[in-house]
T-cell receptor, first 117, second 109 residues
Framework: DGGITQSPKYLFRKEGQNVTLSCEQN?????MYWYRQDPGQGLRLIYY???????QKGDIAEGYSVSREKKESFPLTVTSAQKNPTAFYLC????????????????FGPGTRLLVL | AQRVTQPEKLLSVFKGAPVELKCNYS??????LFWYVQYSRQRLQLLLR??SRESIKGFTADLNKGETSFHLKKPFAQEEDSAMYYC???????????FGTGTQLKVEL
């Protein structure tokens, strides 16, 4: 269960402020993902990274940025350009980022709830 | 485009009653479908995947290509089955998943 950690549990953002959500994994997984979870909309992919130093936009990347400088870490920055940031953010990882031998299971962190002041 | 539809936001059943959580998909090719579950105050986790053809916690799901469905079933609901259930399928290459909007299952005594 402790393989993927997210911090903080709750985060408050002021207008015009950038905030960064942390995601760390000790599972030695190559791939990591960021999702946004909103009531009635399920999970939507923000960004994903198949390998260190590489990442791609998901379905709703506008207003967000990421980095993948280390295998274990995939921080997500919610910028001031994101006009509706209030949501529950989930980080996930999988052994591989490619599905050549079938889809890999994604393992999820506990989530960070972002609220706007 | 790949899409997953879960038509029910909320499904309420009595303990011991059969459960069927609906999932329909649109996908070109042979999809590999998943059910993920999120219990209260727990992480989202994989429940089962159709390729493994196994029963987890009494749940099964059969891929019906003719009806493009992957409904999740359990013959006798238990209180501990109350949770949010998401159907998911691969999308866009890589290991990405598209999730449905989820169905909240409530098992009442």
């Amino acid at each position: 269960d402790g393989g993927i950690t997210q911090s903080p549990k709750y985060l408050f953002r002021k207008e015009g402020q950038n905030v960064t959500l942390s995601c760390e994994q000790n599972l030695n997984h190559d791939a990591m993902y960021w999702y946004r979870q909103d009531p009635g909309q399920g999970l939507r992919l923000i960004y994903y990274s198949q390998i260190v130093n590489d990442f791609q936009k998901g379905d709703i990347a506008e207003g967000y940025s990421v980095s993948r400088e280390k295998k274990e870490s995939f921080p997500l920055t919610v910028t001031s350009a994101q006009k509706n940031p209030t949501a529950f953010y989930l980080c996930a990882s999988s052994i591989r980022g490619t599905s050549g031998r079938g889809q890999e299971t994604q393992y999820f962190g506990p989530g960070t709830r972002l609220l706007v002041l | 485009a790949q899409r997953v539809t879960q038509p029910e936001k909320l499904l309420s059943v009595f303990k011991g009653a059969p459960v069927e959580l609906k999932c329909n998909y649109s996908y070109s090719g042979s999809p590999e479908l998943f059910w993920y579950v999120q219990y209260s105050r727990q992480r989202l986790q994989l429940l089962l995947r159709h390729i493994s053809r196994e029963s987890i916690k009494g749940f099964t799901a059969d891929l019906n290509k003719g009806e493009t469905s992957f409904h999740l079933k359990k013959p006798f609901a238990q209180e501990e089955d109350s949770a949010m259930y998401y159907c998911a399928l691969p999308t866009g290459g890589g290991n990405k998943l598209t999730f449905g909007t989820g169905t909240q299952l409530k098992v009442e005594l």
